[in-house]
Structures are given as C-alpha cells and as structure tokens.
Nanobody, 124 residues
Framework: QVQLVESGGGLVQAGGSLRLSCAAS????????MGWFRQAPGKEREFVAA????????DYADSVKGRFTISGDNAKNTVYLQMNSLKPEDTAVYYC?????????????????WGKGTLVTVSS
C-alpha cells in the first residue's frame, strides 16, 4: 500500500504561482512513477503531469506544458508540482497519483493509488 497526502492548494490570482506537494508513505516510493491529475467542477478527472521513478523523465498535458513543472525528492518521499502563470481554467481539485506502470502511461489512467486531493482556485 502507498499513502499519498497532498498539500499546498489555495486561492491565487490569475498569473500567480503555487507549489503543490505530495508526501508518500508505505511501500518503496522510488518504485512508483508519480503524477498529478486534476478535476474541475462538472468535468472528468484529467492528467496533468507525471515523473519517472528516476526523476529524470517527465510528461505533461499540453494545457500545462511550459507553465507547470513536476519534480521529486526520493529522500523525502515527496513529489512536487510547481504551477506558474496560473489561469482561471486551472481551477480544480488536484490529485497526487502513484503507479507501478511506466510514467508515460500514467496519462491513460488506471492508477494504482490516489491521494484525497487539494483544491486550487484561480481568480480572474
């Protein structure tokens, strides 16, 4: 089992920045690809970003590419999502995800473990 706890959400104005954190516990953190998904009101959950077990490879949704950066710290069992140039359409609950599969397959879904989410609200 892997437990994931997100933090760092909040209210920010458009153009601002936030950094989300996801603390993982349980089985070996470095064995899992990690990622972030989000779900806006009335919409389905969508892929945001993923990072490989080595931390050397990343994958991003087109909607966030160039604005968001995913990174990880295996020593702290923590993955981060730095979000810059935020837009109102980025408003959503952001979920941390862990998966045994390869990082670039996370965007397909079928995730093994989910956090409970943290709310990000971007005002215009």
């Amino acid at each position: 089992q892997v437990q994931l706890v997100e933090s760092g959400g909040g209210l920010v104005q458009a153009g601002g920045s936030l950094r989300l954190s996801c603390a993982a516990s349980g089985r070996t953190f470095s064995s899992y690809a990690m990622g972030w998904f989000r779900q806006a009101p009335g919409k389905e959950r969508e892929f945001v970003a993923a990072i490989s077990t080595s931390g050397l490879r990343t994958d991003y949704a087109d909607s966030v590419k160039g604005r968001f950066t995913i990174s990880g710290d295996n020593a702290k069992n923590t993955v981060y999502l730095q979000m810059n140039s935020l837009k109102p359409e980025d408003t959503a609950v952001y979920y941390c995800a862990a998966d045994r599969d390869t990082y670039y397959l996370m965007r397909r879904g079928g995730i093994d473990y989910w956090g409970k989410g943290t709310l990000v609200t971007v005002s215009s």
